[in-house]
């Protein structure tokens, strides 16, 4: 009977212990939730509204603002940076191809950004390029002349190229580089070649024939 007693005691014991537990992880599970609401009730963030016209779709992503002031500059004209006007809720509406946005919204906002390929990096070269994210324009320019041989055959289309981005990719090119791309559709070549004539014309002494 003691035997008995001494089980139930136990038991009991044990019972008591995984209800304790069991309502000491739902307790940090709720401070947990608190504590993230506050966190995002202190944060000032801003929705940007992405309309992707060639797929028709619309997709709302969150940003820090002062994050993405930081990185996107472009922003800075339509956000208020006086700490005494900011609004509460700030909505922005661009028209951009979703998974190119989203790229750069995980490539500002996680600590390993992802990661650019010969597919995407004209898209995100051209989009950051807007959005002025000079580091990240950068990047792309220093992939895209690495790559420059594997993008030109792929169906891209490289005039929508700004003028600033040819440049900053024909000062990496000599003309023989130039010279030694297989660009028969003259995706590029053209206006690589424009660069290095300009600037060879910057100086009064040269000058260039007709035959």
Known sequence: ???????????SVASFDEELSELTDSIEQVLKENNACAANEQKDCVVIHVCDDNRDLEKNFECDRQLLLDKMTYFGQYLKQDPQQKEMDVDISVHCDILVFEWLMQYIQCEQPPLLDVQNVVSILISSHFLQMKDLVAECVDFLYTHLKEVIPLPLDLSCLHDDIVCLLAQRLSVADIDALSDDSDKIAS?????HCERFLEHKEHKLFYC
């Open 191 to 195: 206006r690589l070649f424009r660069f």
């Open 1 to 11: 009977m003691s035997e008995l007693k001494e089980s139930l005691r136990i038991s």
